[in-house]
């Protein structure tokens, strides 16, 4: 009896660190992005103060701070990791390879899973959420009237940029990182994708960034990398980016 107690206690504290891991990777990735997006405001508004950014196009100043939040995010939780002895490695982010012909098919593939996810979604969405709109638009602080490189700039890094960081933030480090925490699957994928929902604030952006999410989770599992996610991702944000900016200067 002695040693069946001695063996679930051992096992119960086991648990408790899975479960604390899991929710300090969760925190630290939240707090950090919130400080990241807290600092660049802030050193965008003293540049604004100075008179440095007086001629700059605010909506590619805006893309150009967002590029900031996302690099100092991923910076401040490599490098809080290094300090506390949990350094990420390429393997745990998902960036060990490079792109493969597979991670094409199976980013397709995805596509198809997303689609159909976010429409039961937003179907179920509508029916349980008082005013709940799905064609809100998604506000990034971006005009919707760009030209030239301007243009050529949002592109770069609402379809670029972007989804590799959050590939890099989510699917990569956050999820490896709860995935080295021997946490079931199923909760990994879903507190990511809660995560990275409530990040994009809006109602109907965040349950379509939440659908997403899941699907980019079960991509980076199957495949043990991002590259697939992220040409998932990048291909949605290349279909928004058309329909926004370059569909409409012909409307």
């Keep these: 009896m002695k040693r069946w107690r001695v063996g679930n206690l051992k096992k119960l ?3 408790r660190r899975q479960i604390l891991s899991w929710i300090g990777w969760t925190l630290l990735v939240a707090i950090l992005m919130v400080a990241a997006a807290y600092a660049v405001a802030g050193v965008g508004r003293l540049l604004l103060r100075t008179g440095w950014l007086a001629q700059a196009n605010v909506s590619v100043v805006n893309l150009i701070l967002q590029c900031f939040v996302h690099v100092l995010t991923i910076a401040a939780v490599c490098t809080v990791a290094w300090r506390i002895k949990k350094a990420v490695s390429a393997k745990q982010a998902g960036a060990q390879r490079l792109i493969e012909w597979r991670d094409i098919g199976m980013a397709i593939v995805g596509a198809v899973a997303y689609i159909a996810l976010t429409v039961s979604l937003s179907f179920v969405a509508q029916a349980i959420i008082p005013g709940f709109n799905p064609n809100q638009a998604q506000d990034v602080g971006v005009s919707d009237r760009l030209f030239s490189l301007d243009l050529a700039i949002a592109f770069v890094v609402l379809v670029i940029v972007v989804p590799l960081c959050e590939e890099l ?3 990569g480090i956050l999820y490896g990182k709860l995935r080295s925490a021997k946490l ?3 909760a990994n994928v879903f507190f990511v994708s809660l995560l990275f929902g409530v990040a994009h604030g809006q109602w109907n952006v965040g349950i379509d960034t939440f659908a997403l999410s899941l699907v980019l989770c079960t991509l980076r599992e199957y495949t043990g990398s991002i590259w697939s996610g992220f040409l ?7 279909v928004a980016f058309y329909a926004v900016y370059v569909a409409v200067a012909f409307w």
């Design 232 to 238: 998932l991702h990048a291909i949605k944000n290349s």
């Design 184 to 186: 079931p699957v199923a």
């Design 169 to 171: 933030i989510f699917r």
């Design 13 to 15: 504290r086991f648990s």
